[in-house]
């Protein structure tokens, strides 16, 4: 057998009647949802459910799978205890699927599983599920902090496994969507929260899992959701194979988006090979970008696709003639993946002999040693947006009346703090945001006195 049919299903504890208390009735529609995709897993009668989970152990550049014999749990931490779990993982499972992915070089496993209760991204589709059935053994697994491509992948090597096993097997995606869908919810409204409902709904019921690798991580972000990764490595199960799909409920009511869905497998489609379609249209999208890069850029690409390759630096008597040569200026490197930003390092003022040394260093800066992130690998490197933010010289201002957010970046100083922030940012539309921002990365509290300075860049890109 295989992966048989998948299932996105969300996680609010409150839909647990001794945990909501009766506040469950709000969201009476998911509750009826639940229980009918509960009921169908029930007559599915599988061998192994899997549950991908974002509150299961999460590393940035590693897949979790849980370890042991038996994982167990309870909603103690929501006041009530008497709902508690003690659940069979099916290890052959495990054991088949830690062997797989490390004969491919792939980041998961089993190591790093340090917390071995339940989580309730798990406890929740369990509560209802073993209404209907209980004869199953679980796996359950956490996302990563890689890219969507690889949550794909390792989807792929989910049912590589139950295939070679034998398994009948259920997919259990959990994930709430948006939790900015209104000014009442936990994180209170933005625009990109009933967007990213509308659209993750819209490719639920079409089952056109390979659009969810189009979503650009930072309207993610911003949509604040936190289960498009479980349903990326679902969809991944099911590569090259039809599915039927069905939505069952959307609803918004708590300011966080429930959405319920099924998908039933149904036979080989080759031409739902949506990573392979997914990664050659990125390619060609590269190539034309890197066509009309700018010089400026194509030194920074250049300078980050040699050292993280080879550890070398590109030979600068290549730019004979090039005004990177004969000027001096500061400069920003941005490097961003997927719509999210990957490295950022850059000089206010020029410390190099010419900008073509000031891009070259900080290309490598950005590149390897920005503290926010790990080095960028050589597997990333065909999936990166650089930019080049050349800096004027600084100027003095009197107040944050003199500051455009679009046009000025910011720079804040007090005493030895100093915090910098580049102009027309994404998600910055303020000056009290751009100023508040710069503050925190100089660690300067909000009553502390301010130095302000402005500076225009020429951006290119």
Do not use: W
């Not at 697994?141 to 096993?165: C, Q, W």
């Not at 409204?189 to 967007?195: I, K, N, R, V, W």
């Not at 000025?408 to 030895?416: D, E, R, S």
């Amino acid at each position: 057998m295989s992966v048989i049919a998948g299932f996105v299903v969300p996680h609010p504890p409150m839909i647990v009647p001794k945990v909501g208390r009766g506040s469950e009735k709000q969201v009476q529609d998911t509750i009826d949802a639940y229980m009918e995709v509960a009921r169908q897993i029930g007559e599915l009668k599988p061998d192994t459910i899997l549950i991908s989970s974002p509150h299961a152990t999460m590393y940035t550049d590693y897949f979790c799978i849980s370890s042991g014999s038996r994982g167990v749990g309870s909603f103690a931490r929501f006041d009530a205890p008497e709902v508690s779990f003690d659940e069979k993982y099916d290890e052959e499972f495990i054991e088949a699927l830690e062997k797989t992915v490390y004969e491919a070089d792939f980041p998961a496993g089993t190591m790093g599983d340090r917390n071995k209760e339940l989580d309730h991204g798990v406890m929740v589709p369990l509560y209802f599920i073993e209404k209907f059935y209980k004869d199953f053994k679980l796996v359950r697994i956490g996302l990563s902090g890689l890219d969507l491509t690889d949550h794909y992948r390792m989807g792929k090597f989910i049912e590589s496994v139950s295939l070679s096993l034998g398994r009948r097997t259920v997919y259990v995606a959990s994930g709430d969507l948006s939790h900015k869908l209104q000014e009442y919810g936990p994180y209170g409204f933005a625009p990109a929260g009933p967007e990213y409902d509308k659209r993750i709904m819209d490719v639920l019921k079409r089952g056109a899992f390979g659009e969810m690798l189009e979503f650009d991580e930072d309207f993610c972000d911003r949509a604040a959701e936190c289960g498009h990764r479980s349903f990326v490595m679902m969809a991944g199960a099911f590569d090259k194979r039809a599915v039927e799909s069905e939505v069952y409920c959307h609803q918004d009511v708590t300011g966080v988006g429930y959405g319920v869905a099924s998908f039933y497998a149904k036979g080989r489609d080759e031409s739902r090979n949506f990573l392979d379609k997914y990664l050659e249209e990125r390619t060609r999208l590269m190539d034309e970008k890197r066509a009309t890069e700018d010089e400026y850029v194509q030194l920074a690409r250049t300078t980050v696709e040699s050292y993280v390759r080879e550890g070398k630096l590109p030979d600068v008597t290549t730019l004979k003639g090039s005004e990177l040569l004969n000027k001096r200026a500061g400069a920003f490197v941005s490097i961003h993946k997927n719509g999210r930003l990957r490295g950022c390092i850059g000089t206010i003022l020029p410390v190099r002999e010419n900008l073509a040394q000031e891009i070259i260093h900080n290309a490598v800066s950005a590149a390897t040693q920005d503290p926010r992130f790990e080095p960028i690998t050589g597997g990333e490197l065909d999936a990166l947006d650089i930019k080049v933010d050349e800096l004027m010289p600084p100027e003095d201002i009197a107040s944050p009346d003199e500051l455009d957010v679009k046009r000025y970046g910011v720079i804040v100083t007090n005493g030895m703090r100093r915090g910098l922030l580049l102009p027309d940012l994404e998600g910055v539309d303020t000056v009290e945001q751009q100023i508040d921002i710069a503050r925190q990365k100089a660690g300067i509290g909000s009553h502390e006195k301010l130095k302000l300075q402005r500076f225009e860049v020429i951006r290119h890109y």
